[in-house]
């Protein structure tokens, strides 16, 4: 099955908004069709299909937010509720060759009979990421670490390391992470140089030892 493909759709639907900038491309007729990409699915769109997915994406965002703070239970259910609202059929399809014979590559598709662009969109994303999750582990639904991004990515690094959603995002957090230590360090060394002048300075007026000379007495 074509899992990168299917699960991406969920990854794009939740990052056409940036909550903790305040962004939000999903305004239009003409982004939902973006996000369709080449599927025939597009031209079906209409102005409500954005307000459908709009919804949809808060609760796709629940799962990635849910999977990412490792409780992997409530990320099933919210996605399990996803495909309940929004069921699919899976075919086989060969619309491609796989020899010069022309004999069909045969694999496995999603077809979904959904009376909207919005609601399948839905639920091809929502089987797609539930694919993804029990092939690969729930873990590898991250979101990303630098702040302020928040953006949802899947992770399918060999040692699931993966930490940020771009390449971009991960050397902005490397270098705050640089610069945090290198002021950390010019605190420390900043720290034991002020006592030490502290040290070194009078801490208050040096006292007259100087005895003073009795008057005279007359005899």
Known sequence: MELAYYSDLA??????????????????????????????????????????????????????????GGDEVLAVDLLNALLIEFPVSPQISGHETRDEDGRPDWHMHIADYAANAGAGYAATASMGLAFHLTELGADRLGICEASPCRNAYLDTSTNRSRRYCSDRCATRANVAAYRARKRLDAERTAGPERSRRQD????????????????????
């Open 11 to 68: 990854v794009r639907l939740v990052n056409s908004e940036e909550p903790s900038r305040g962004t939000d491309t999903l305004t239009s007729v003409e982004a939902v069709r973006a996000l369709f990409g080449e599927s025939q699915q597009a031209r079906r769109t209409t102005d409500s299909d954005v307000t459908r997915l709009r919804s949809v994406r808060a609760r796709l965002r629940a799962v990635f937010e849910a999977a990412a």
């Open 200 to 219: 070194r300075e009078p801490t208050g007026r040096t006292a007259d030892t100087t005895q003073e000379t009795s008057p005279a007495i007359d005899r």
